[in-house]
């Protein structure tokens, strides 16, 4: 009889639990992460629902959908299935939390639209296209220790009303290189080779380092686009652009 009140017990509280309202938990949130959380935005329960944050030195609210798995909580397993989206990116993965700046992730799918992005940079804001990412296993303590995954992107092939010019298609690893983590995206077609270098930073800034070596002379028209988006191009023609910024910001430096 004594299994059977316990059993009972469990049961009672895992119904009750699956159904706490998400307004709820927000008290038992870390006393940083309150500041962030835009008043009346949690709604929904504690394993399912959504969230609108504004972090630090941003602009825009990041909506966040999230959904938990109660029995990964329940048994401590080391990760819970996720799912987040917002204005022009949604994710799917299994996260991990282990301490202070301590995050493990796996089986991470991410896509983000280039024309919903929520990009305060005039150069970007016309812009459309997808970029994509996946992430076998990654591991973030005071910087990056392990990221295994890929990039790709099509921004370069679908801007031929802005640009006059179509580039090719770009895709490439993505690994931890020192503290930093990097997509080395490449690509080249007939006319061009293209790398693509994105580093992200521990402190959120990110670093892009672009290079266009063409094979045969760059279009006037494209030429010149090149240089109002902030390419410098070498004696030899190659067009380069080097910068970093704040994400979600669009502060360049």
């Known amino acids: 009889m004594r299994r059977y009140i316990i059993i009972a017990i469990i049961w009672t509280l895992l119904c009750i639990g699956a159904f706490l309202p998400a307004r709820w938990a927000g008290a038992l949130l870390p006393a940083s992460l309150k500041p962030q959380i835009i008043a009346g935005s949690l709604s929904g329960t504690l394993w399912d629902g959504q969230v609108k944050l504004l972090p630090p030195k941003t602009r825009w609210p990041l909506h966040i959908h999230y959904k938990i798995n109660p029995l990964s909580a329940l048994f401590r397993a ?3 299935h ?3 989206s917002g204005s022009g990116f949604s994710s799917k993965g299994k996260l991990g939390i282990f ?3 301590h995050i ?3 089986d991470i799918s991410a896509e983000f639209n280039m024309a919903l992005l929520p990009i305060s940079d005039p150069r ?3 812009l459309s296209g997808q970029s994509f ?3 076998d296993r990654l591991k973030i303590k005071n910087g990056c220790r392990v990221a295994e995954g890929r990039a790709r992107t099509n921004i370069l092939s679908v801007n031929l009303d802005n640009w006059q010019w179509s580039g090719p298609l770009l895709s490439g690893p993505i690994s931890c290189d020192g503290d930093i983590i990097l ?3 490449r690509g080249q077609d007939d006319n061009h080779d293209i790398s693509f270098d994105l580093r992200l930073f521990p402190d959120g800034v990110y670093g892009i380092d672009i290079q266009i070596t063409p094979k045969t002379a760059l279009p006037a028209d494209f030429a010149i686009a ?3 988006l902030g390419f410098e191009q070498t004696e030899d023609g190659v067009a380069i652009l080097k910068e970093k910024g704040q994400i979600f910001q669009g502060e360049r430096r």
């Open 82 to 84: 996720m799912q987040l």
């Open 133 to 135: 990412i996946t992430l």
């Open 104 to 106: 493990q992730a796996k």
């Open 124 to 126: 970007l804001t016309e």
């Open 183 to 185: 997509a080395a995206m």
């Open 99 to 101: 301490g202070q700046n």
């Open 78 to 80: 080391p990760y819970s």
């Open 226 to 228: 090149l240089g109002l």
